[in-house]
């Protein structure tokens, strides 16, 4: 069984950075694509950002430039630098990879940490 297990979540002020952490661990062979998202409240979830193995990113054009996805395979680690932050990102953010469990499973399946809340307020 897999788990995503995010932390760093907390208050912080307008103009504040904050960073978060998400560890994969249980039965993985391959982790592909990891990634976070954000589900601000009474808002649909939406894409933050996306690394892949080889840590090529892609960033929602509202964090370009202020925050920054990075990766540890060693540790099955993804982080989100979030710098300069606004009252607009104030969201629960979800931590998302594609893990395969088995051998020879090249596209592996999509899993979910609980998500971990962010808010920037005075």
């Known amino acids: 069984q897999v788990q995503l297990v995010e932390s760093g979540g907390g208050l912080v002020q307008p103009g504040g950075s904050l960073r978060l952490s998400c560890a994969a661990s249980?039965?993985?062979?391959?982790?592909?694509?990891m990634g976070w998202h954000r589900q601000a409240p009474g808002k649909q979830r939406e894409l933050v950002a996306l690394?892949?193995?080889?840590?090529?990113?892609n960033y929602a054009d509202s964090v370009k430039g202020r925050f920054t996805i990075s990766r540890d395979n060693a540790k099955s680690t993804v982080y989100l630098q979030m710098n300069s932050l606004k009252p607009e990102d104030t969201a629960v953010y979800y931590c998302?990879?594609?893990?395969?469990?088995?051998?020879?499973?090249?596209?592996?399946?999509?899993?979910w940490g609980k998500g971990t809340l962010v808010t920037v307020s005075l």
């Open positions: 690394i892949s193995s080889g840590s090529s990113t």
């Open positions: 249980g039965s993985i062979f391959s982790i592909y694509l």
């Open positions: 998302y990879a594609q893990i395969s469990t088995i051998p020879n499973d090249y596209s592996g399946m999509d899993y």
